[in-house]
């Protein structure tokens, strides 16, 4: 068999093996009531942030034509970058084209050889990886367990450099790192905390700026990531930190170096999600309360919902079967709910991730809530997900 053909039956293999343990995806553009996107203040229809947008698309063009280290630099990078440090409180931070990206660029340029990174055992893939990609020792920690990560600490420990790796606000579970706990580790310990806020930012916080303002741990944090395709509804991230750690990153970090800058146009609309972050908390505040109005409709109704009070509410059905089955009754009605599947979510553990924006109502709601208990009826075989 020629490289080409062999190479192409064992992807057919790889790809039957997905579609027998039903781990196969389809792509399924939006339809239905959204109840599973990351546009929690509903900020990618504003008209503020789509006339910025177009206006900027029309002055500066579609592509950037370059990466930041070459010609695809602007003003509209530094001026958002400026003005996204202050609102984070940080000397400085450094735009990149995805949170993917950003995660990549701070595990693979601060953290070297003889280093250990502690990470919590759900972080994202982004974190993942990009603890993958670096030289330094890995130690996974239970998630949200600071007493396991402090002894862990104690025992891994070496000459080098200790990083703590987290998610604030978890994006497969809906609850938060006892931030202020890690804090407390670090300025023991001397290790660097690396916060991904990409579920808070917008969100969590008086100004909204995310769980780190929340928590009031500003200067215990090295670096943090937001990402702006979630609440602010535009593309991107942000690492926000000291200034000597972001110019550090403009001069090694390769996702940065090695990758066209973003459409210079995403700056505006940026901009613009953080003019109304500022100026209409209400929105925050909105989603705060229809989460909440969530969580109690399927308490009631029985279902176990994990605790907290975040927008970001999973539902853990055990086998994916079941998360694809009840996720299929729910679209057929109207519903845009996914089934979150591993690798995503631990293998046993596969669950609607359902997410709260600001444009839903009580009543529709009401009426998930009541669809979503007929839907895990249904497909019950045990009453694990009723309490
Ligand atoms: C916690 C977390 N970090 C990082 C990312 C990656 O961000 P982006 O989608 O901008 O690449 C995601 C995206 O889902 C995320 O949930």
Redesign the pocket.
Known sequence: MSPPEGLQARVAARLSALREARLSRTLRAPRGIDLCS?DYLGLSQHPLLKARMIDAASREGCGSTGSRLLRGERECFSQLEQRFAAFKATERSLYFS????A?IAVLTTFPEAGDVIFSDECN?A??IDGIRLSPAKRVIFPHRDADALARLIVENRGEGQAFIVT?SLF?MEGDCAPLTDYAAICRATGASLVV?E??AVGVCGARGTGLIEAAGIGRDVFVS?N?A?KALGT???FVAGPSWAVEFLVQRARPFIFSTAPPPAVAAAIEAAMTLVASEPERRHRLSELSQTLRSCLADRGLQVAPGTSQIVPIVLGDNERAIAVADALQTIGFDVRAIRPPSVPPGTSRLRVAVNVGLTEATLERFAEALAEAVRKTSRCSAVFS
């Open positions: 990351n995805s949170g993917y990206l995660n994202h982004s974190l998610e994006s991904d990409a579920h990531v990402t395709g593309s991107g991230a």
